[in-house]
C-alpha cells in the first residue's frame, strides 16, 4: 500500500488513512487515531467505515465524490474518500469548532427576536402600571380614612418603582449594540471614580484605589461600562461604608455553566456594610426574587438593577459576595488574550 512521509502526515491537523475494499481503516496519524477512539466503544475499536457511522448508502455518495458528515458526544466531521495512486484514502477534517459557530449564531437570532418581543411585552406592562399610577392618582382626593390612604401611598410607590424597573429593562432588551472599543480596565475605573468621587466625599466613605501598572485589556462599549460601574459605586454610596478597596484584575474561570475563559475583573469592595443589606443585596443579585422591594427599600437601587443588565448584555456578569464583614460587587467582562 502506498506510504505517507511520517512527518507530513504528523504535522496535519486532518486525520488520513488507507480504506481497503471492505472499508478497514488503516490510520496514518494521530488525527485520525483520536477520530476513531472518539467513535470506539469498550471491547470494540473503529477499525472500519461503518464503525464511523458511515453506511452503504453514505458509502456510496463518498466514492462518487460527496463528504459525508458524522458526528459522536458532540463531536462533528466531514468526512471524504480520495482515490490516489491505485489506493482509496479517507480524509476527516473536524468541524466541531464550525458546528458549534453556527449553531451559536442560529441563538444568537433566536435571542434577538426574543428579546425584541419580550422589549414590547415590557413596554405595554409598563403602560398598564403608568395608568396605575394615574387611577391612584385620581382617587386619592375621595380616600379620607388614614390606612386607606397608607395602603394607597404605598400601591402607588411600589408601582412606580416597578414602572421605572420596566423601563430600565426595555432600554436593556431594545437598545441595539453600539461600537465596541479597546480599552484599558483601570481606564474605566478611573472614569467612573472621577463621576462617584464627589458621592464618597459627601458621605465619608474612604475610597482606596491604586491602578495597575500592567492593566488586563478589553474590547467593550466604554461608556456603557462606564456607567454600569458608576451605578455600583453609588450604590455602594448608599450603603455608607466606611471605606471602599476597588481591584482591577484578570484571571481565568469558569461563569455559570460556561466554559472557563479570561475575565477582566473589577471588585468593588465594602467594609463595614449592614449584615442584612449585604446578605439582601447578594441574594437579588443572585436572581432571588424582590426586585421591587430592594429598589424601594434601597438596597439595591434601580441603577444597579440595570447595571445588572448591561454586564451581562455585554458578555460579562455582576456579582455580590458578602464574607468576613465584607461585601463585595464583581464586574466581569470578557477579556482580550
Known amino acids: 500500500m502506498t506510504s505517507l512521509p511520517a512527518a507530513l502526515t504528523a504535522a496535519l491537523q486532518d486525520g488520513i488513512a488507507a480504506v481497503?475494499?471492505?472499508?478497514a481503516l488503516a490510520a496514518r496519524?494521530?488525527?485520525?487515531?483520536?477520530?476513531?477512539?472518539?467513535?470506539?466503544?469498550p471491547g470494540a475499536h473503529a477499525a472500519d467505515l461503518r464503525a464511523l457511522g458511515v453506511d452503504a448508502a453514505d458509502e456510496a455518495r463518498m466514492r462518487a465524490g460527496e463528504a459525508v458528515a458524522v458526528s459522536v458526544r458532540a463531536?462533528?466531521?466531514r468526512l471524504r474518500l480520495v482515490a490516489a495512486d491505485g489506493?482509496?484514502?479517507?480524509?476527516?477534517?473536524?468541524?466541531?469548532?464550525?458546528?458549534?459557530?453556527?449553531a451559536a449564531h442560529v441563538e444568537l437570532a433566536r435571542l434577538r427576536a426574543l428579546a425584541k418581543a419580550s422589549g414590547t411585552i415590557v413596554h405595554d406592562f409598563n403602560n398598564m402600571l403608568n395608568a396605575a399610577i394615574g387611577l391612584a392618582?385620581?382617587?386619592r382626593p375621595l380616600v379620607v380614612d388614614p390606612v386607606d390612604v397608607q395602603i394607597l401611598q404605598e400601591l402607588t410607590?411600589?408601582?412606580?418603582?416597578?414602572a421605572q424597573l420596566m423601563r430600565s429593562v426595555a432600554r436593556m432588551l431594545t437598545r441595539p449594540t453600539g461600537d465596541r472599543s479597546r480599552a484599558a480596565l483601570t481606564a474605566l475605573v478611573d472614569e467612573a471614580l472621577t463621576t462617584a468621587n464627589k458621592s464618597f466625599l459627601q458621605r465619608g466613605v474612604k475610597v482606596e484605589w491604586a491602578p495597575s501598572p500592567q492593566p488586563p485589556l478589553?474590547?467593550?462599549?466604554?461608556?456603557?461600562?462606564?456607567q454600569s460601574l458608576w451605578h455600583g459605586m453609588i450604590a455602594i454610596c448608599e450603603m455608607k461604608p466606611p471605606t471602599l478597596r476597588i481591584v482591577a484584575d484578570a484571571d481565568t474561570f469558569a461563569v455559570g455553566d460556561g466554559r472557563p475563559r479570561r475575565w477582566a475583573r473589577v471588585r468593588l469592595v465594602a467594609a463595614g456594610v449592614d449584615p442584612a443589606v449585604a446578605a439582601e443585596t447578594v441574594r437579588l443579585l443572585a436572581g432571588a426574587t424582590g426586585w421591587l422591594k430592594a429598589i424601594g427599600g434601597g438596597a439595591l437601587t434601580a441603577g444597579l438593577a440595570a447595571s445588572l443588565f448591561v454586564q451581562r448584555r455585554l458578555g460579562g456578569d455582576l456579582r455580590a459576595v458578602a464574607a468576613d464583614g465584607e461585601l463585595t460587587l464583581e464586574y466581569l467582562w470578557p477579556a482580550l488574550a
Open 87 to 102: 489506493a482509496d484514502w479517507l480524509l476527516a477534517t473536524e468541524t466541531t469548532d464550525a458546528w458549534r459557530a453556527g
Open 157 to 162: 410607590q411600589g408601582t412606580q418603582h416597578g
Open 218 to 226: 478589553l474590547r467593550t462599549e466604554i461608556a456603557e461600562s462606564v
Open 137 to 139: 392618582a385620581m382617587v
Open 29 to 41: 496519524n494521530d488525527a485520525m487515531r483520536a477520530l476513531q477512539a472518539a467513535f470506539s466503544r
Open 20 to 23: 481497503d475494499a471492505a472499508g
Open 75 to 77: 463531536r462533528h466531521w
